[in-house]
């Protein structure tokens, strides 16, 4: 008694993606979880950050055709190789924190060539803002119609390493060393 959430007021109050991703988020489908909605917010956050990767702070569409850099293309097809290990796997919580890392990652990246990739391997996790802002981008077929993408090893490849220095168990510096 008293111990039913009504998905209908969350899908109010934040949407139905972050309800959508918020399951997903809990843990493993196979296990069961307590529910919890403290946590929604940190979902509903991440969706609010990757609309604001589209859109300026007036609210106008913000997107560049410059080239990507390596470490936008490195951050791009590390998401999407670790995406696709785990919708193989049904590790869709992992996933979502994947995304999470890449958008924090990409920080400010308003490139059309990281972004619309980004938007299509987000599509079966939140379908509803990813339609919209497939729309908003000028395309007139779905989001699902659209050719997944593809991990290209090429941009995973590692020319350097960072070494940290401490002195008296403080990090004072990071080196670079190339491989």
């Known amino acids: 008694m008293f111990n039913v959430v009504n998905p209908d007021n969350i899908v109010e109050n934040y949407g139905a993606d972050t309800l959508r991703m918020y399951e997903m988020f809990l843990g493993p489908l196979e296990q069961s979880k307590p529910w919890d909605t403290n946590g929604i917010d940190g979902v509903h956050k991440f969706l609010r950050k990757f609309w604001r990767l589209y859109f ?27 995406i696709r290990e785990d919708i ?30 980004l938007a299509v391997l987000l599509a079966p996790f939140a379908p509803h803002i990813t339609e919209q802002l497939w729309s908003m981008l000028g395309n007139t077929d779905t989001i699902f119609n659209a050719q997944y993408p593809v991990c290209e090893e090429e941009y995973l490849v590692e020319s350097s390493f960072e070494y940290p220095i401490m002195i008296n168990g403080k990090l004072r510096c990071k080196q670079v060393y190339p491989l």
């Open 56 to 82: 300026g702070k007036e609210g106008e569409l913000n997107l560049t055709d410059e080239a990507a850099t390596p470490a936008e293309l490195k951050t791009l097809h590390k998401t999407i190789k670790k």
């Open 88 to 117: 193989e796997n049904f590790s869709f919580n992992t996933s979502i924190a994947a995304f999470m890392i890449c958008v924090n990652e990409l920080g400010e990246c308003h490139k059309r060539s990281i972004i619309e990739p």
